[in-house]
C-alpha cells in the first residue's frame, strides 16, 4: 500500500509525504504419506513445513521550494528518508504418522529438524539539493546525502556522497545565432559519489557462531569473523559531454567519463 500527499505552503514552498508498507506471507507444505510409498514409505510417514514472513516500508518528507525572478530559477530541495527490511524464516520437518492424510506437525511422533533465522535491514538518509538556472542558458546543481545503514558498525555507519553538475546552451549565445546548421548545442561536466552497501550481508560487521556437534555433543562455533570497520563502498565518476543537432537532421552525442569503486 502506498500513501502519498502534498502541502501547498506560502512563499513557493511545497512539503511532501510519502509512504510505502508492503507485506508478504508465504507457507509450503511437503507431505510424505507412509501408505502410498516414495521416499516417505520407510520413516512411517514425515511432513515438512516452511514459513515466510516479508515486511518492508519506506517513509519520506521533502521540502521543496521553487522561485523566480526574472530570468533566474533556483530550486531547493531537502528531504529525510526511513527504510526497513523484514524477512522471518522457519522450517520444521517430523515422522512417524499417527493418523494417516491428516497433515499437521501435531499429528507426528518424531521432530526430526527445526531451524530458522530473523534478517533485519535499516537505512535512513539526509539529502538536499540545489538547482539554479539562468534564462535557460546556464545551469548548474549540485547535492549532497547522508546515509546510515545497519550492516556497519556504530562507529563507521554514516557516510557521506555529493555530486554537482553544470551545463552551458551555448547554441542560444549571441555568437551563434546565425548558425543555423546547429542547434540545442550544449556542453556538460559533472562529478559524483553515490555509497553503496549492497555487496554486506546484514550481519556482515558481527562475530557469528553457528550450531553444530562436536565430540558427540552439541557445540556453537564461529562461523565469522568480526569486522566492525567494514564501510561503505563508495562509487565515484566524473565526465564531460557534448550534445547538438545538426541540420536539422541528425542529433550529435559525445561523451567522456571514468567511473570507479
Known sequence: STAYADFILPYGFT????????????ERSSYGSAVIGGSAKGTDGK???????????????????????????????LGHENYSYKRDYTYTRAQGVKIEGLEALVNFTTPTDA??????????????????????????????????????SSKVRWGNFGS????????????????????????????????????SGPYAYYSLYGSDIKGGNAAYVMSQLANPDLFWETGESWGIGLEARLFNRWNLSVEYYDKRN
Open 115 to 152: 531451524t530458522g533465522y530473523a534478517e533485519r535491514y535499516r537505512t535512513e538518509s539526509y539529502l538536499g539539493r540545489v538547482q539554479y538556472s539562468y534564462n535557460d542558458r546556464y545551469n548548474i546543481e549540485g547535492s549532497f546525502r547522508r546515509d546510515g545503514g545497519s550492516r556497519f
Open 164 to 199: 554537482v553538475g553544470a551545463n552551458w546552451l551555448f547554441t542560444a549565445e549571441d555568437f551563434m545565432k546565425d548558425q543555423t546548421w546547429i542547434t540545442n548545442g550544449k556542453l556538460r561536466a559533472n562529478w559524483g559519489q553515490v555509497g553503496n552497501d549492497a555487496g
Open 15 to 26: 512539503f511532501t509525504l510519502k509512504g510505502n508498507l508492503s507485506t508478504r506471507n508465504e
Open 47 to 77: 511432513l515438512s513445513k516452511t514459513i515466510y514472513n516479508y515486511k518492508t516500508w519506506t517513509f519520506q518528507q521533502q521540502l521543496n521550494w521553487n522561485h523566480t525572478y526574472g530570468k533566474h530559477f533556483i530550486n531547493v530541495l
